[in-house]
Nanobody, 124 residues
Framework: QVQLVESGGGLVQAGGSLRLSCAASGRTFSRYAMGWFRQAPGKEREFVAAISWTGGLTYHADSVKGRFTVSRDNAKNTVWLQMNSLKPEDTAAYYC?????????????????WGQGTQVTVSS
């Protein structure tokens, strides 16, 4: 069992930066691949980024590539999403998710545990 708690969301102007954190409980955090997703009102949940259980492999959606960076520290049971050059279209609730095993995936249905989400609002 893994419990996830996101933080770091807020209101920021276009072009600004935010760093989201996802703190995980449990001693087996290092055995989970982690993902970040986002969901805007009226839209489906969208893949943002994923990282393997060692942190050695990452994958970012084309829409955020070059602007967002996912990272993790297994000693701190934490995964981060650094978001730079934010755009109004990045406005959404952001969720972290955990998937047992090392394999990264972009499909939300393949993740086992989810946080409650943190809201990011980017003003123009």
């Amino acid at each position: 069992q893994v419990q996830l708690v996101e933080s770091g969301g807020g209101l920021v102007q276009a072009g600004g930066s935010l760093r989201l954190s996802c703190a995980a409980s449990g001693r087996t955090f290092s055995r989970y691949a982690m993902g970040w997703f986002r969901q805007a009102p009226g839209k489906e949940r969208e893949f943002v980024a994923a990282i393997s259980w060692t942190g050695g492999l990452t994958y970012h959606a084309d829409s955020v590539k070059g602007r967002f960076t996912v990272s993790r520290d297994n000693a701190k049971n934490t995964v981060w999403l650094q978001m730079n050059s934010l755009k109004p279209e990045d406005t959404a609730a952001y969720y972290c998710a955990a998937r047992g095993g090392s394999y990264m995936t972009t499909g939300p249905n393949e993740y086992d545990y989810w946080g409650q989400g943190t809201q990011v609002t980017v003003s123009s």
